[in-house]
């Protein structure tokens, strides 16, 4: 069980020096666009004016930069859905037909630059099951269903499984998923205590709880998970073929993505990894959002993108997104929090569903990467001409920040002027 930073067992502290903290970056993926007409932030800082789908990052205005008016050229003219999601992280042209190609995705690249130093090099998240076949466009469905490539011609497979995502954290197996992580470390935690600062303590003690209250929420979630696994067998047909909620992921939505976005945050925190990503939904989403009063799917929900309903699947979205950050930033780590330090990133491969329009891409980004990035800003690149509003020249300039140098990413060969 790793452990946050403590004051107290760091070499810095003794010396006077100062400690320079892992940097770490994670994606928040929305399918099938927003809702265009509450879209919007003007100015910068404490000034700074969200619209009505960003309310939730209020809070964090300080800490965020809203993005306007980026765009992935490879993924125009290619026909709708899979063609403008599988090269969002990669910046690749896609074929088409059975054999997949993209690229390495940013975060990909950024895991194996910095992957080799922590127990994960990533961890790849979804709330959704993946789909297969082929789309109408004769474009692979694993396009729709994937954002994080480990090489051209392979996605990174999506962990839905709140308490699988938690055993690779902690290494859990076997006879060991019956004893508490904490009954496991209560001795050694107890010795550690006796030799920290009472700050530290209090720092210890509020991870502690953290994770046994992330524990217990995963325990009733293996328990379906197991039940799901035998109905499979009795129904001989794979659980990922299953409906929800028989297929063992939770019913309700908004428990899933907090559970994942709180495995996201420890691990964050402990360094187990510094490279995450989280589909909330997919592209061609087949998820519903009855505590949202919405009676369509996701997807077709997105074909009315400018509604209310919408609206407010939007914005449950910004608030999850708004939920892990927060969380980082309520983690001390040094003078500043672990959000200090990161750079989270939420994005979708649509600006317009209803039309499918992915000219411009929503795009939020929060953290400082350590101080190399600076926050609290509104960037608008709308009327910047095309050459200068590739995002794939921002996944370079994020880059550059862990030590990635490259010349060209994608379709882009220069860095994003102002971020």
Same mark, same amino acid.
């Given at each position: 069980? +790793?452990?946050?930073?403590?004051?107290?067992?760091?070499?810095?502290?003794?010396?006077?020096?100062? /400690?320079?903290?892992?940097?770490?970056?994670?994606?928040?993926?929305?399918?099938?666009?927003?809702?265009?007409?509450?879209?919007? &932030?003007?100015?910068?800082?404490?000034?700074?004016?969200?619209?009505? !789908?960003?309310?939730?990052?209020? *809070?964090?205005?300080?800490? $965020?930069?809203?993005?306007?008016?980026?765009?992935?050229?490879?993924?125009?003219?290619?026909?709708?859905?899979?063609?403008?999601?599988?090269?969002?992280?990669?910046?690749?042209?896609?074929?088409?037909?059975?054999?997949?190609?993209?690229? $390495?995705?940013?975060?990909?690249?950024?895991?194996?630059?910095?992957?080799?130093?922590?127990?994960?090099? =990533?961890?790849?998240?979804?709330?959704?099951?993946?789909?297969?076949?082929?789309?109408?466009?004769?474009?692979?469905?694993?396009?729709?269903?994937? $954002?994080?490539?480990? =090489?051209?011609?392979?996605?990174? *497979?999506?962990?839905?499984? *709140? /308490?699988? /995502?938690?055993?690779?954290?902690?290494?859990?197996?076997? &006879?060991?998923?019956?004893?508490?992580?904490?009954?496991?470390?209560?001795?050694?935690?107890?010795?550690? %205590?006796?030799? $920290?600062?009472?700050?530290?303590?209090?720092?210890?003690?509020?991870?502690?709880?953290?994770?046994?209250?992330?524990?217990?929420?995963?325990?009733?979630?293996?328990?379906?998970?197991?039940?799901?696994?035998?109905? +499979?067998?009795?129904?001989?047909?794979?659980?990922? +073929?299953?409906?929800?909620?028989?297929?063992?992921?939770?019913?309700?939505?908004?428990?899933?993505?907090?559970?994942?976005?709180?495995?996201?945050?420890?691990?964050?925190?402990?360094?187990?990894?510094?490279?995450? =990503?989280?589909?909330?939904?997919?592209?061609?989403?087949?998820?519903?959002?009855?505590?949202?009063?919405?009676?369509?799917?996701?997807?077709?929900?997105?074909?009315?993108?400018?509604?209310?309903?919408?609206?407010?699947?939007?914005?449950?979205?910004? !608030?999850?997104?708004?939920?892990?950050?927060?969380?980082?930033?309520?983690?001390?780590?040094?003078?500043?929090?672990?959000?200090?330090?990161?750079?989270?990133?939420?994005?979708?491969?649509?600006?317009? @569903?209803?039309?499918?329009?992915?000219?411009?891409?929503?795009?939020?980004?929060?953290?400082?990467? @350590?101080?190399?990035?600076?926050?609290?800003?509104?960037?608008?690149?709308?009327? +910047? %001409?095309?050459?200068?509003?590739?995002?794939?020249?921002?996944?370079?300039?994020?880059?550059?920040?862990?030590?990635?140098?490259?010349?060209?990413?994608?379709?882009?060969?220069?860095?994003?002027?102002?971020?």
């Amino acid at each position: 069980m +790793a452990l946050p930073f403590l004051e107290s067992l760091s070499a810095t502290a003794a010396t006077g020096g100062n /400690a320079v903290f892992p940097k770490r970056f994670g994606v928040v993926f929305l399918g099938c666009g927003v809702n265009e007409d509450h879209w919007s &932030s003007e100015g910068n800082g404490a000034e700074m004016k969200l619209g009505k !789908s960003l309310e939730p990052l209020e *809070p964090l205005k300080g800490k $965020i930069n809203v993005v306007h008016g980026l765009f992935n050229k490879g993924a125009m003219g290619l026909g709708i859905h899979p063609p403008q999601t599988g090269s969002l992280l990669t910046g690749a042209h896609l074929e088409k037909g059975a054999v997949l190609h993209s690229g $390495i995705s940013v975060d990909q690249m950024i895991a194996n630059r910095v992957g080799q130093d922590t127990l994960q090099s =990533s961890m790849v998240l979804a709330c959704e099951q993946p789909i297969t076949g082929f789309h109408e466009s004769n474009f692979s469905l694993a396009y729709s269903s994937h $954002i994080s490539w480990q =090489s051209p011609d392979s996605p990174v *497979p999506n962990e839905c499984y *709140p /308490a699988l /995502a938690f055993d690779m954290l902690f290494e859990n197996r076997g &006879s060991l998923l019956n004893i508490s992580i904490l009954d496991r470390v209560k001795e050694r935690a107890d010795r550690l %205590g006796r030799r $920290i600062s009472s700050e530290d303590n209090a720092k210890l003690d509020e991870y502690m709880t953290s994770v046994r209250e992330v524990e217990k929420r995963v325990e009733g979630m293996r328990k379906a998970q197991d039940k799901a696994s035998e109905q +499979a067998k009795g129904q001989s047909k794979p659980v990922w +073929a299953m409906e929800r909620p028989a297929n063992g992921l939770p019913e309700d939505l908004r428990e899933h993505t907090k559970l994942m976005c709180d495995l996201i945050a420890i691990a964050f925190q402990t360094d187990k990894t510094r490279v995450a =990503s989280l589909i909330i939904s997919r592209d061609l989403s087949s998820m519903y959002y009855p505590f949202l009063e919405v009676k369509e799917g996701h997807h077709t929900a997105s074909h009315s993108n400018n509604n209310d309903a919408y609206e407010r699947i939007t914005r449950f979205h910004v !608030s999850q997104y708004a939920y892990l950050a927060s969380k980082l930033d309520a983690m001390p780590e040094g003078d500043g929090t672990v959000l200090d330090n990161s750079c989270l990133m939420f994005l979708s491969n649509l600006w317009v @569903g209803r039309t499918h329009n992915n000219s411009r891409l929503p795009l939020v980004l929060a953290g400082g990467l @350590g101080g190399s990035l600076k926050t609290g800003r509104t960037l608008d690149y709308v009327k +910047a %001409g095309d050459d200068n509003r590739k995002v794939c020249s921002l996944y370079l300039s994020l880059m550059d920040r862990f030590g990635i140098k490259l010349d060209r990413f994608g379709d882009a060969e220069s860095r994003l002027v102002g971020i």
